[in-house]
């Protein structure tokens, strides 16, 4: 009989958040290549643009995939996503938690809504899909992948909203991966660097260059870089990681 690749997802339900563009779109559509079903989350804004987005990723990934609303930050949003995936799957086998944004200011100048909202999407929403998967909406032997960043490891000037928000990240993967640890789920998170894509796309061409010359890899990373770190943490080669934080920043910072 031949191996079974540890990357064949044939028959495992995936759903990822914020996955109309970006990172999220890049996981969305690799697990489906990789044969999972795949549920594309995103964020409904009254013009439906963002379900146009989420409907041509889920087009992409083709295998029964399919566009899913949900705001993260919303409670509702979050349990109605998952009894609708537990209604017609059954459930789910991974969930990788990738929403988020950023609304960078300086300390004194940032407001109440400019830190709460980005604690609310970052945080909260990787919170209520991980309490919603400990309720039951994530089968024995689940996988979940957070993303956090390595702004919520060493900080940068601007992020007094953004880096908490994945520095908790980081605490709460490691809080899950322990109660879940029982119905053999493990947690992890990828801290990725810096990588290219519209989050990042509207800095400076100088800022970009300097900060890739601080990186000992010499230059930001893509998109496939965080894809192939979620293939490996959800792939059954992983099965004995849980509760830790993948560096995917070429180096720039090397601590946990
Ligand atoms: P992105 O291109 O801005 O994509 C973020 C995605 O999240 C978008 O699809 C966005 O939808 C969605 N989203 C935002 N708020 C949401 C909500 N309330 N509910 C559901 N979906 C929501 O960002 P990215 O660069 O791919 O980043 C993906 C993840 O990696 C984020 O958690 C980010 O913090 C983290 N990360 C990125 C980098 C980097 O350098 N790019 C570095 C470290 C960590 P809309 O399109 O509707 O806004």
Redesign the pocket.
Do not use: C, H, Q
């Given at each position: 009989m031949a191996p079974t690749s540890p990357f064949d997802f044939t028959g495992k339900t995936a759903l990822v958040?914020?996955?109309?563009?970006?990172?999220?779109?890049?996981i969305a559509e690799a697990f489906a290549r990789h044969g999972a079903t795949v549920l594309v989350?995103?964020?409904p804004?009254p013009a439906g643009a963002?379900r146009a987005?989420a409907e041509a990723v889920a087009a992409r990934c083709g295998g029964g995939a399919e566009a899913i609303a949900?705001?993260?930050?919303?409670t509702a949003?979050v349990s109605a996503m998952l009894d609708a995936i537990k209604a017609k799957h059954g459930g789910l086998d991974i969930l990788v938690a990738?929403?988020?944004?950023?609304r960078d200011r300086s300390l004194a100048k940032m407001s109440d809504d400019e830190f709460e909202s980005v604690l609310d999407?970052?945080l909260g929403?990787v919170f209520r899909c991980l309490r919603g998967a400990a309720q039951g909406a994530l089968r024995e032997g689940g996988r979940v992948v957070a993303?956090?960043?390595?702004?919520g490891q060493v900080g940068f000037f601007g992020q007094a909203n953004?880096a908490p928000s994945?520095a908790a990240v980081i605490a709460l993967v490691k809080v899950a991966a322990r109660e879940l640890a029982r119905k053999k789920i493990t947690v992890n998170a990828i801290?990725?660097?810096?990588?290219?894509?519209?989050?990042?796309e509207t800095m400076p061409p100088e800022v970009i260059e300097k900060t890739a010359e601080q990186v000992p890899l010499g230059e930001?990373?893509e998109?496939a870089d965080?894809v192939h770190a979620a293939l490996f943490l959800c792939s059954s080669g992983a099965r004995y990681i849980t509760g830790h934080v993948l560096n995917v920043n070429g180096g720039f910072h090397m601590g946990t």
């Open positions: 958040t914020g996955a109309s563009r970006g990172i999220g779109a890049g989350n995103y964020l804004d963002m987005e949900g705001d993260v930050s919303k949003d990738n929403a988020g944004i950023l999407v970052n929403g993303l956090a960043s390595v702004a953004y994945k801290a990725p660097g810096f990588i290219r894509t519209a989050m990042t930001w990373g998109v965080i």
